[in-house]
């Protein structure tokens, strides 16, 4: 019945809408061919004018939705005023023909104030939507050639050697980067893990992380050892550490970074190398950048991995109220990608020859 009463009331509220409520925007799903240019020497005016088209396109879409948003609000205050007592008055009927029932139960007001909710901030939601499908690919390119996808996602079997995953049994993604700059492949996304703990009426959903997992493959060099990078954890942890991954605490250059992290490695002189002053900077960097709660990164196979846990939600369209051709959200991806940009500036110094000198150097200074 319930049901029944829901698609009927749906039915009606869609009368509302207009064909004039929509928007052609293209399709550019597919993006690029994910070829990264750097962009870091443009201006925060030059790219903004790189950007203008498509921001300017993402206006007009906001302007419709934002006009249909406020119709709609204003139509639902007689209609509630309206529909919502003769529903309370059903719902009291309703228990009071139940009265003797244990399993007697009523809900239709409930039902159709959800109904009217959803429908009125259905603009809003069509809006990040259409940002997401139609305007967030054209953005990728102002960046050179990510291929951007909205339901992309890492392939776990990359990331579980890295020894920095939380454990899960849910992985969620959406908001998929991929790209490729001086070589290296670049791939980011956010990331939801979720892990069902307990057991019976205990049982509950956990999230385990909630942020941005960023790949870095250099494909073609290979890290002498493994190394990586968490937050302090307490004393019984590190114990822990030590003995279940064979890997060792390794020091950093700088004191203040090592008061927030941890490393650990099976290669002492390698993580020196890695983990130098200009690598910790990049990392405060991007740290910084995206907001983060914590931070994970692993310098394993060819891959670098970086795991910044954030509750923000980093490549959704600001609020409808809000213009889009306000220059603070692309802003804002500009210098995020601009972090990962130096991280494999980094990462492309590496030399597996020079590294092995320095081994043989620390083993001669040491007998």
């Not at 052609?24 to 870091?40: A, K, P, V």
């Not at 954890?233 to 004191?255: G, Q, T, V």
């Not at 990164?297 to 509750?311: Q, R, T």
Request: aromatic share 10%.
């Amino acid at each position: 019945m319930f049901s029944r009463f829901g698609l009927f009331f749906d039915h009606c509220l869609s009368k509302f809408s207009s064909k004039k409520d929509k928007l052609d925007l293209g399709d550019d799903r597919e993006g690029g061919s994910g070829e990264i240019c750097d962009f870091r020497g443009l201006s925060d005016e030059e790219f903004l004018c790189k950007a203008k088209p498509d921001l300017e396109l993402l206006e007009k879409l906001r302007l419709l939705k934002y006009r249909v948003y406020q119709r709609r609000k204003k139509i639902a205050v007689p209609v509630c005023a309206v529909v919502l007592p003769i529903t309370g008055y059903l719902d009291y009927l309703l228990l009071w023909l139940q009265r003797a029932s244990d399993d007697g139960g009523a809900g239709i007001t409930i039902l159709a104030a959800g109904l009217i909710y959803g429908w009125v901030t259905q603009p809003k939601r069509e809006y990040a939507r259409g940002y997401k499908d139609k305007i967030l690919p054209k953005l990728a390119k102002v960046f050179g050639e990510f291929i951007y996808l909205t339901d992309g996602q890492i392939d776990m079997d990359k990331l579980k050697p890295s020894k920095i995953i939380p454990s899960f049994d849910n992985y969620k993604t959406e908001d998929y980067f991929k790209g490729t700059y001086k070589g290296v492949e670049m791939e980011f996304s956010e990331v939801k893990l979720t892990e069902k703990r307990g057991s019976g009426k205990n049982r509950k959903t956990v999230t385990t992380f909630k942020g941005l997992f960023i790949l870095l493959d250099m494909q073609s060099k290979k890290f002498l050892g493994h190394t990586t990078l968490q937050k302090n954890a307490s004393k019984i942890s590190e114990w822990f550490k030590e003995k279940s991954s064979k890997m060792k605490r390794a020091r950093m250059a700088d004191p203040e970074f090592e008061k927030m992290f941890d490393a650990y490695t099976t290669d002492q002189v390698e993580a020196r190398y890695l983990i130098d002053p200009l690598m910790i900077e990049d990392l405060k960097g991007l740290y910084e950048e995206y907001d983060g709660k914590s931070m994970s990164a692993a310098w394993y196979d060819s891959k670098m991995l970086i795991l910044v846990s954030s509750n923000h939600n980093h490549f959704e369209p600001a609020k409808i109220t809000i213009p889009a051709t306000d220059p603070e959200s692309i802003l804002n991806m500009k210098h995020e990608i601009g972090q990962i940009l130096s991280i494999v500036d980094r990462l492309q110094l590496y030399d597996p020859m020079k590294l092995e000198e320095l081994q043989k150097q620390e083993v001669l200074e040491t007998a």
